[in-house]
């Protein structure tokens, strides 16, 4: 596979596994990652949180890294980009109160590039609305949300991942063998249809 440019927005308390394994992977493999936070510059940092499932009813939640962004969200312009990695965490929740992110975020599905959005990742999707009529895997707490925005929950095994078209999606980071593996898949043009591992 040629070389792509990835978009990866990302912002404070991110889920550190679900932000540095796969902005590392796909540096490993050759791509070029520009990860950005509204607000922030190349060269600053956003907090991690490490996100576990220790038997607790719901996910616990520990502080992380500092994750330094290579890229300012500013001056980036989306069509620049084959595709986009949305981590999940808490970050979702307050960026997709951003008009700039729900406009990035939009254009890669109108375009039809590819997109990976994985836990609370489906929670920028909602809200910009680009998910009706898609299945979508997001942590199960997330579930209403992907719902009311006209999508169809996959409900997968937490290791698991779902393509849908230009989009993969899965449930938390223990997915991240078949989520990048999809992922990696559908921007090499090999992915069609609906596939799930």
């Not at 499932?53 to 980036?76: P, V």
């Not at 095994?157 to 938390?172: C, E, K, S």
């Not at 078949?178 to 992922?183: K, P, V």
Request: charged share 20%.
């Amino acid at each position: 596979m040629s070389a792509k440019k990835i978009l990866m927005i990302t912002g404070d308390f991110t889920e550190d596994y679900e932000t540095m394994v796969p902005f590392q992977t796909l540096l490993a493999v050759g791509h070029k990652v520009d990860a950005v936070c509204p607000g922030k510059k190349a060269g600053e940092t956003v907090a991690t949180s490490i996100h576990d499932f220790e038997g607790d009813q719901t996910y616990t939640e520990k502080r992380g890294h500092n994750f330094a962004l290579n890229a300012s969200f500013a001056e980036i312009d989306p069509a620049d980009y084959d595709a986009l990695v949305i981590p999940g965490g808490r970050a979702p929740e307050y960026l997709r109160l951003d008009k700039d992110v729900i406009a990035s975020v939009k254009h890669f599905f109108d375009t039809g590039k590819p997109v990976a959005a994985i836990c609370h990742g489906a929670q920028l999707l909602a809200a910009a609305r680009v998910i009706e009529g898609r299945t979508v895997s997001a942590y199960p707490a997330c579930r209403p949300e992907v719902e009311l925005a006209g999508g169809t929950y996959a409900e997968i095994a937490i290791d698991g991942a779902v393509t849908d078209g230009n989009l993969v999606t899965a449930p938390a980071w223990p997915a991240h063998p078949a989520w990048l593996s999809q992922f990696m898949k559908v921007m090499a043009g090999e992915a069609s249809g609906a596939l799930a591992a």
